[in-house]
Structure formats: C-alpha cells, structure tokens
C-alpha cells in the first residue's frame, strides 16, 4: 500500500482523521465550531476535503496538524 506523506504523519502521531457526513447547515455549524478551536496539545483542528454528496450532504475530514508555534 502507497501511503502519502500526510497519511504517514497522522499514522506517527496517532491521530487519526475524522470524517463527516451532515446535512449542510449542521455540517457549517460543526465545521464553524472545529475553525474556532484553539490549538491543542500542538495540533491544530483544519477542515479538509469539503464537498456535496448526490443526496445533497455534506462529508468533509477534520485533521489535525502539528501547530507552528
């Protein structure tokens, strides 16, 4: 199996990514409140992958990403 550089990195830090499936007010609400999380822990919380499934859904992946600071 092939893994991307940023598959390896959550593998190493052990935290996995998160995936959503909402209906679109719900999935800007949590997406809204992930935004607004203040790193923790040196990871910070970003959305990714955002898009609208066939039955008008949303599915999008919450990462974490080691902070700068």
Same mark, same amino acid.
């Given at each position: 199996? $092939?893994? +991307?550089?940023?598959? $390896? !990195?959550?593998?190493? @830090?052990? %935290?996995?990514? /998160?995936? &959503?499936? =909402?209906? %679109?007010? !719900?999935?800007? +609400?949590?997406?809204? /409140? %992930? $935004?607004?999380?203040?790193?923790?822990?040196?990871?910070?919380?970003?959305? *990714?992958?955002? +898009?609208? $499934? @066939?039955?008008?859904? %949303? *599915? &999008?992946? =919450?990462?974490? =990403?080691? @902070?700068?600071?």
């Amino acid at each position: 199996m $092939l893994l +991307r550089p940023g598959d $390896l !990195a959550n593998r190493m @830090s052990g %935290i996995a990514p /998160e995936t &959503f499936k =909402l209906p %679109i007010d !719900a999935a800007r +609400r949590k997406a809204r /409140e %992930i $935004l607004d999380q203040c790193p923790q822990g040196g990871y910070t919380p970003v959305v *990714e992958n955002w +898009r609208q $499934l @066939s039955d008008g859904q %949303i *599915e &999008f992946t =919450l990462r974490h =990403l080691p @902070s700068a600071d």
